[in-house]
């Protein structure tokens, strides 16, 4: 029976007490916990083993195939003596910070234009989503092969417009691999900031703006105190999980440089790979996964406490 | 309200420069997949000189990527069954019954996402053979629940609280059950909701690269990123029949974008503003 | 019928519960029938299309003669490890693999073939080269058998080096230098195409290093000993910084993974590379035109001699096998000489038995000839150091090439580069002493 989604004021009259079980809450919690079960399953099987294991891994000098004694905190200070690890620390916060706010910013204006009444709307709208919908796989050789230096689009482009002399070498290059890395990424991750923040402005009337237009208010104050307000949450909960994830991103630089060149897009997943898969010490790799985890608890209480103020504000 | 001609303009020149944008990578991807190997590797030119389709040939031929395809979307679309129904039930668990600790599920579900797949998945594939499903499909099926059930699940909650209760309740003393009241008026009126899951939940697991990569070994079960991968074998890089790979990978999930954005949009939108 | 249904019934909490537990159970997976014929499962390793298919079929005919059940997976080298290194700490591993055979072998993971080392040798003629290094142990055992010996050769364009009035090859370094700068007209082709970055290609550079004279560890390959050679690391240096400065190597070197010297190559952009005969087979199949102007050459020397190394194609079998008399006829087998002439004429390997020596393909693809050169000439990988879990944990972190990326990419002083070097290996040695 479809219902149009109205408010509907409804006299429930008061339910008679059951005759046969205990106690009525009861019933319905277990009804509900039973419903919540196969999710706290895959929590707990998926997430929080694996997590817990992985953390214990830390602790022991596991190698693939020694059994792994334990070994107190002997990786961590090996881990935080390598050479690449304040170079991890530091690339992974530049990384994540400008990546999430050219998206951000990126993001908001493609929501903001694919708000608007244009002609060929949705077909705007599913096409700004390729990029996050294809495998990343591809999207990064993509990438690699635009910034080759001898086969490139990019280089060829900009010497046949007569911007440059010879061709760069985006991502060889100290003063660029970091930049050229996070372009690729924002170009890959952005559509999912822009849907997110173009499906909450969906939800804002149209008489808020109709009636400030006739109040005389121009459009960026429209979009200051209408369409930003409107936002506060969705945007909330968007960085949180987006900085977390492009924090933890590994195939950007996987694909693109490898970490290079010498360290300067080394991020800590970058380091726990090869840690982990090419030296196969997974102690150390532990160590090394354990150690970032709690500045990304910090980035989520930062950005958390940030909301619940701006929520109770 | 007419819109002031400069407006327009604007708006306009911001959506082709954005267009512009998108479509350039594309743009390399599609021709490079069909250039002839000469023009990709000797003399530089924008479009190809003759475009040919030796690339596709080659690619589902010899490399038999159909099969992976095939692979992928059967993966994929059980993934995201499994995965709709499970975050619905629990979504629904956690909004419109009381027990204790259903508050805390649903704040901390998403941190799950903390947690990089380089960290969990030695640990995982422990258990995929644990449970004897070494090399198969299945082991994907249930390892990509572990992130696609996170997700969906909030998004559902969202937008499940954003449905007066009041519905469900008219209905159960009308007779209805709980769950009936689920079934019958809830999922109905979620519907943009659920395919806005169904779909995240489908690109997510489309996707995948490192799970796949370790639990899978052969032909028979390898997804499509896993077999691209396998195609830049030992030294060699064959980037007519890579980016070909790439085209036929990301078609179907064009071409779901495509139908399915508007239930996207709408998803996410009763989602996103109370949550 | 107005049964308040508000609560529950405990008809549906058993409902949501066996939803549950339905999903659970439609995702386990009924046990195996016990299989009446040996199983063996094959890791097959996949480099080079033509080679990787021969071993492939040879495989399955075998196992239709033998009457095995073969599951055979084809295991790209670069992910090799990931897989092994999952497949052990779940306990379903392979029961024969083509890679990572010293590195199985230092962790105690595979079976001793011992009988098979001695067999092969006495049957075949003796092993050829460093072969017989390579596989045996401290305590005369051995736990992998090699089926090919491969290296990095110069891979030269002799028309371009014609052209300049050049012969080809260079003796030495310098003469690599002198003839790269000679012979390269930039930006259309480079004078050397060679990776300065964090992929294993740029492993050239370490034995470049060597044949100047420095050694990272003692004859034990337990002590870090490079600090003992900073007048020939300075050497070495002073030749890298102009090589660099020459304007002989391609942009982007420093990003370049394990590829793209055989594009650039095979696109005519270089005039030498560094790189396993991979290259030429390439050629062979897409541009014998290109194949036809290509020279192949053993390493220039430097002033302390000849560092060529080899690294090796070999087979090992997992000490958890449950069929391992299987495993090994499998490996027995497969070096019979019929077969290895049919394999070798379309792979990339040198020959480790004496046996092989007499196939035609050596005198059939002049490219082959090299291979052969090579493999009496060569070394063990990491020559003059000890291959060790040490030296080759170093040398996939590329710490040579990191130490050359910290003087021109990070413009670091020689002395604090090579203060980095030194604390690395350091470290890197001190965890396995």
């Known amino acids: ?313 | 309200m007419r819109e002031p001609l400069s407006i327009r303009v604007t708006i306009y020149a911001l959506l082709a420069l954005f267009v512009l944008m998108v479509a350039v990578p594309l743009f390399w991807m599609v021709t490079t997949a069909l250039k002839t190997n000469k023009d990709l590797y000797e003399d530089f030119s924008y479009l190809p000189t003759r475009p040919t389709l030796e690339h596709f040939v080659r690619v589902i031929q010899r490399e038999d990527l159909l099969t992976n395809i095939r692979n992928s979307l059967a993966v994929a679309s059980t993934t995201t069954a499994v995965t709709v129904v499970v975050s619905a039930f629990a979504a629904f668990s956690i909004v419109r019954y009381k027990y204790r600790g259903r508050e805390w599920i649903g704040r901390f579900i998403l941190f799950k996402y903390l947690l990089p797949t380089a960290m969990l998945f030695v640990p995982l594939y422990a258990i995929v053979v644990a449970m004897g499903l070494g090399n198969t499909l299945k082991s994907l099926m249930l390892t990509y629940l572990s992130f696609t059930v996170p997700f969906c699940t909030w998004m559902l909650m969202g937008y499940f609280r954003s449905i007066p209760p009041e519905l469900e309740e008219h209905a159960m003393v009308d007779g209805c059950t709980k769950i009936g009241a689920l079934f019958r008026i809830l999922l109905p009126l979620s519907a943009p909701g659920l395919v806005a899951s169904a779909i995240f939940s489908f690109t997510l697991a489309w996707n995948e690269f490192l799970l796949a990569l370790v639990f899978t070994s052969d032909q028979t079960t390898m997804t499509v990123p896993i077999k691209l991968s396998m195609m830049v074998a030992g030294d060699q890089y064959i980037w007519g029949q890579l980016m070909a790979g790439a085209v036929l990978a990301s078609l179907p999930i064009a071409i779901l974008y495509f139908l399915g954005q508007r239930f996207v949009v709408q998803g996410l939108a009763a989602g996103s503003v109370k949550g | 019928m107005a049964r308040p249904a508000i609560l529950p019934t405990r008809r549906e909490f058993l409902k949501s519960a066996s939803v549950a537990a339905s999903a659970a159970a439609a995702l386990s997976f009924p046990a195996p029938a016990v299989a009446q014929r040996p199983k063996l499962v094959y890791w097959c390793y996949q480099f080079l299309k033509a080679s990787d298919e021969a071993r492939a079929d040879f495989a399955r005919e075998w196992a239709k003669k033998n009457n095995v059940d073969l599951q055979l997976t084809m295991v790209p080298w670069k992910e090799f490890m990931p897989k092994i290194t999952a497949a052990i700490e779940a306990k379903a591993t392979p029961d024969v693999v083509e890679s990572g055979g010293v590195e199985l072998r230092g962790r105690g993971q595979l079976l001793d073939v011992t009988d098979i080392y001695k067999k092969a040798e006495k049957a075949y003629g003796g092993w050829v080269g460093p072969s017989s290094k390579i596989m045996l142990e401290p305590d005369g055992r051995v736990h992998t058998i090699l089926y090919g010996l491969q290296g990095f050769m110069l891979i030269a364009r002799d028309d371009l080096l014609a052209q300049a009035g050049l012969k080809p090859p260079p003796a030495t370094w310098v003469d690599l230098l002198a003839y790269a700068k000679k012979a390269q007209q930039p930006p259309k082709t480079f004078g050397i195409g060679q990776a300065v970055s964090n992929q294993t290609d740029s492993q050239v550079w370490e034995d470049i290093m060597k044949s100047y004279g420095a050694r990272l560890a003692d004859d034990a390959g337990k002590r870090v000993v490079l600090g003992d050679y900073k007048p020939q690391t300075w050497e070495f240096l002073d030749y890298f910084t102009e090589v660099w400065k020459a304007g002989v190597l391609p942009p982007g070197v420093a990003t370049w993974d394990n590829t793209m010297n055989n594009s650039t190559y095979q696109s005519g952009k270089a005039v030498f590379v560094f790189n396993p005969v991979t290259i030429s087979l390439w050629l062979e199949a897409n541009n014998p035109e290109l194949l036809a102007k290509t020279g192949h050459y053993i390493y220039p020397r430097g002033p302390k001699g000849l560092i060529q190394p080899l690294t090796y194609a070999s087979r090992s079998i997992l000490k958890y096998t449950k069929v391992p008399e299987v495993a090994k006829q499998f490996l027995w087998d497969s070096m019979e000489p019929g077969k290895m002439d049919r394999e070798m004429s379309v792979a990339q390997w040198g020959p480790v038995l004496n046996a092989y020596l007499g196939f035609d393909v050596w005198k059939k693809k002049p490219f082959m000839k090299s291979l052969i050169d090579m493999s009496l000439k060569g070394e063990p990988q990491g020559y003059p150091d000890v291959f060790n879990d040490a030296w080759r944990e170093q040398s996939t972190n590329t710490t040579v090439s990191r130490m050359l990326q910290r003087i021109v990419v990070d413009n670091w002083s020689r002395d604090k580069a090579f203060a980095e070097t030194l604390d690395v290996l350091t470290k890197v040695y001190a965890k396995y002493a």
Not at chain 1, 43 to 63: C, E, H, R
Not at chain 1, 162 to 179: E, Y
Not at chain 1, 194 to 204: D, E
């Open chain 1, 1 to 313: 029976m479809a219902i149009r989604p109205r408010a509907i004021a409804v006299a429930i009259p008061a339910p008679a007490p059951p005759a046969r079980w205990p106690s009525a809450r009861v019933r319905e919690s277990l009804g509900g916990m039973g419903l919540l079960l196969p999710t706290v399953l895959i929590l707990v099987g998926l997430v929080l083993y694996p997590f817990f294991y992985a953390i214990w891994l830390a602790f022991t000098d596991k190698a693939v195939g020694s059994p792994g004694q334990f070994v107190g905190f002997r990786n961590f200070a090996y881990v935080i003596a390598w050479p690449q690890f304040s170079a991890a620390i530091f690339n992974t916060v530049v990384f994540t910070v400008s990546a999430v706010a050219i998206k951000f910013v990126l993001g908001m204006a493609v929501a903001l234009v694919l708000n608007q009444q244009i002609r060929g709307r949705n077909f705007f709208r599913s096409f700004m989503l390729l990029p996050w919908a294809m495998p990343a796989f591809v999207v990064y050789l993509v990438w690699r092969w635009l910034y080759d230096p001898l086969s490139g689009l990019i280089n060829y482009a900009l010497i046949d417009l007569g911007l440059i002399a010879s061709p760069i070498a985006f991502l060889s290059d100290r003063s660029t691999a970091m930049a050229s890395v996070i372009v690729a990424h924002s170009w890959r991750s952005f559509p999912f900031y822009a849907l997110a923040f173009l499906a909450t402005m969906q939800t804002i009337s149209q008489e808020l703006y109709d009636s400030a237009q006739v109040d005389g208010a121009s459009r960026v104050q429209q979009f200051r105190y209408i369409t930003l307000p409107g936002l506060y949450h969705i945007i909330g909960v968007v960085l949180l999980l987006t900085t977390i994830q492009t924090a933890n991103a590994f195939e950007p630089v996987y694909l693109l440089t490898g970490g290079g060149p010498s360290d300067a897009t080394m991020v800590y997943t970058m380091l726990v790979y090869v840690m982990g898969m090419v030296n196969l010490r997974l102690g150390e790799a532990a160590a090394v996964s354990t150690l970032f985890l709690p500045l990304l608890v910090g980035l989520v209480l930062v950005v958390t406490v940030l909301l619940q103020r701006k929520a109770n504000a």
